[in-house]
């Protein structure tokens, strides 16, 4: 197998991403915000939403500067008994670094899909084919950062630290990026539920004015959570998640044997998976007929193709165990499934929601019930998928070991790039996810302007989309 300098492969990937997210920034940027009234508006929501990822991030710094210390002082040994002060010193930086990391791509999500929502609405007004690539390439700004950013991290973690260094290493970063995650998170979703909640008792219950009605000033607080929440905060989890899976394979492959190899593989594949991530992205087109959630659709097909194909020539010019590359396709087929599941449940054209849609004509209990019903039943196949994932993977790495020790070992590595197939083509998912707040916020300012109905219906149209895709 070939060891030496194949790992470069991940940070050049994460820069290409990193530079085609600053190339869909600027195509974004360059677009028309419309009229003064949607500027306003526009302007209402990102000063909203700036306000509290500083009120946020803030006092985030706070907590993770005090972590920082903590660990510095006690870890990997308490600081009045160490004999390698840099050691505790390598692990508090790491951690601020993967919290920074995490930080920093959610807000670049954050600041462009602030930007996309009133080009969106303004693009609207000449038809769905001239709005939808600017909502879309808002949001690859958000998965393309997520993954560029991510993955540059942690080769710089681990070219600085180098094989011995890299358990403990990896481990801080990913911690960092947790730690930022889990309140960026849980504070953008509060602030998002709250405020969506407020916005409709105050104006559909008490008022019975239309949602987004200009009349209603919880309307902007809404608009303002789906940035902080779902295109912040969501992000600042995938990141997590992204992170947690490349770093599990690496700290197993430190157990497989003193070469680098195996430590390498997720780095490989993590690479290969931005640039089909890249590729896929690029090749995202609504078509003539108009289908935004087919093109979404069609963008993630396209893109786990491209990638099984790239990690299958990897494995065999580098000459990994085809197992392992059987182990990340698996892994790749269960994100595959529980996507396809998402879309059946969830698109207004299919079953569960025409018929979730017709009990709510009996009243509101029946709509509760139903929808609940719906939502038990579609995770029956992913939990299937990812159950038949971890037992498939499990059995064809098992082999690769010539003793019981080592087949534990390599089976549970098979179940770890399992994982990190289900998570390799994130940074398309991360858009499609991005995608959704900046449409949903572009048909509330289609409203709150007083645009045509036409351009409302289009708006609305990319807004179910964002929500299946």
């Known amino acids: 197998m070939i060891e030496t300098g194949v790992w470069v492969i991940a940070p050049l990937s994460a820069l290409i991403s990193i530079l085609v997210g600053l190339y869909f920034y600027n195509y974004v940027n360059k677009q028309d915000s419309g009229t003064e009234r949607m500027k306003e508006i526009s302007g209402a929501i990102k000063e909203g939403a700036a306000v509290f990822i500083k009120r946020e991030y803030t006092t985030l710094a706070i907590f993770v500067v005090v972590v920082a210390i903590l660990i510095a002082v006690f870890l990997p040994q308490p600081l009045w008994e160490s004999h390698d002060l840099l050691l505790n010193l390598q692990l508090p930086i790491a951690y601020m670094f993967g919290s920074f990391c995490s930080a920093l791509a959610g807000y670049l999500g954050m600041n462009v899909a602030t930007k996309a929502n009133a080009k969106v609405a303004n693009a609207a007004q000449s038809g769905l084919n001239k709005a939808f690539p600017i909502g879309f390439r808002g949001g690859a700004v958000m998965g393309l950062s997520v993954v560029g950013v991510g993955l540059l991290g942690i080769s710089m973690v681990y070219a600085l630290t180098g094989m011995e260094g890299t358990l403990p290493a990896v481990l801080a970063y990913s911690f960092g990026a947790s730690s930022l995650s889990l309140f960026a998170k849980a504070g953008g979703g509060i602030f998002t539920k709250t405020a969506d909640i407020s916005a409709d008792l105050v104006g559909k219950v008490e008022l019975g004015i239309p949602e987004d009605d200009p009349r209603n000033p919880a309307v902007i607080a809404d608009n303002v959570g789906d940035n902080v929440g779902d295109v912040a905060g969501m992000g600042a989890d995938l990141f997590d998640s992204y992170i947690a899976s490349i770093v599990a394979v690496m700290i197993l492959g430190v157990g497989l044997g003193v070469t680098a190899t195996y430590v390498q593989i997720p780095l490989v594949f993590a690479g290969l998976g931005i640039l089909a991530a890249v590729l896929g992205a690029l090749t995202v087109r609504v078509g003539p007929k108009g289908n935004p959630g087919a093109a979404l659709n069609n963008g993630t097909y396209v893109t786990c193709i491209i990638f099984g194909v790239l990690t299958a020539v990897a494995t065999w010019y580098l000459g990994y165990q085809w197992a392992l590359w059987g182990a990340t396709i698996v892994g790749l087929a269960a994100g595959i499934i529980i996507g396809i599941t998402s879309d059946y449940f969830t698109s207004e054209d299919k079953a569960p929601v025409l018929k979730t849609a017709a009990a709510s004509e009996t009243g509101p209990a029946l709509n509760i019930l139903t ?60 858009s499609n996810d991005a995608y959704g707040p900046i449409v949903d916020n572009s048909k509330g300012i289609a409203e709150q302007s007083g645009l045509s109905e036409e351009v409302i219906a289009i708006t609305d149209e990319l807004d179910s989309a964002g929500n299946t895709a």
């Open 371 to 430: 929808g609940f019903s719906y939502g038990l039943r579609s995770i029956i196949f992913p939990l299937i998928g990812i159950a038949v994932a971890a037992a498939v993977s499990y059995k064809i790495c098992y082999p690769l070991g010539t003793n019981e020790a080592e087949h534990m070992k390599y089976a549970v590595y098979g179940i770890a790039l399992a994982a990190l197939g289900m998570l390799s083509i994130v940074g398309l998912t991360v």
